[in-house]
């Protein structure tokens, strides 16, 4: 009977955490693509094909839903970019690294973020949850930005700092660091203009190459950085290949 009965519990809590997955892939997919006050917790309960009580019963409502989605983009973006602000991080403080390390460093941040930003198919279902959060933030804005945007920037404000003998801190740095980032937000947000203009059908790998290139050669032009380094940062990626 007792065992009977511990069956019986897996079995709910297996349910219950299959039911909570289905709506928050269904709630990524709805909030991005028609936004929050677009999508009604009977189109989130249809696309998840389960009770409309469940919205709130686990989420405490459509709100609870988005704010939830918004937690779960952060803990997937978090997963590949962390190991590499960290890296960053501890490399600057402990080793008090020349310009042309900051500048190697900074590559390789741009190369994860852009890997991930344009190649991810679960990135481009994001999209719109990020657009519209800059436009009309609501309470999903500083899960993102506490979770994802401050992290990156502050890490790409280290470097420039660094790269260009500026405060830290400075209103220049900062903004010298959005400029430097800039160009991936063009390409991840201008998809479907882009693609027309090159005639591509998707960001395939040759894509994203071409357009990495293109992104990390501008970062070494504002930077005013020897062009050796971007060969030889290339060139360590034929070799890995």
């Known amino acids: 009977m007792q065992l009977e009965r511990i069956r019986e519990r897996a079995r709910k809590g297996h349910a219950a955490e299959e039911t ?41 409502g459509k709100e ?10 952060v803990e997937r973006v ?9 890296k960053t991080d501890r490399i600057l403080t402990d080793e008090n690294p020349d ?11 741009l190369d994860r973020i852009l890997a991930h930003a344009l190649g991810d198919p679960e990135s481009k279902r994001w999209m719109g949850i990020f657009l519209r959060e800059q436009v009309e933030p609501t309470g999903a804005f500083d ?6 945007m401050e992290p990156i920037h502050r890490c790409l404000c280290r470097l420039t700092a660094r790269i260009l003998d500026l405060p830290e801190h400075d209103t220049e ?18 998809r479907a203009e882009i693609a027309r203009t090159l005639n591509w059908n998707e960001y395939g790998p040759d894509e994203i190459e071409a357009i990495r290139r293109a992104v990390l050669e501008h970062s070494r032009a504002v930077f005013e950085m020897p062009r050796r ?8 990626d034929t070799k890995q290949a």
């Open 20 to 60: 909570k997955k289905r709506l928050m892939e269904a709630g990524t997919e709805l909030f991005g693509r028609y936004s929050f006050d677009g999508v009604s917790t009977r189109n989130l309960a249809d696309r998840a094909n389960v009770n409309l009580a469940s919205i709130q019963y686990y989420f405490g």
């Open 64 to 73: 609870g839903l988005y704010l939830a989605v918004a937690r779960h983009i």
């Open 78 to 86: 978090r997963s590949w970019i962390s190991p590499q602000i960290s």
């Open 99 to 109: 310009k042309e390390t900051c500048f190697r460093l900074l590559c390789e941040l």
């Open 143 to 148: 899960i993102l930005y506490d979770g994802i």
């Open 173 to 190: 740095t900062k903004v010298r660091s959005y400029a430097v980032a800039a160009p991936i937000l063009m390409f991840h947000i201008s």
């Open 229 to 236: 380094l971007l060969e030889a940062h290339f060139a360590t």
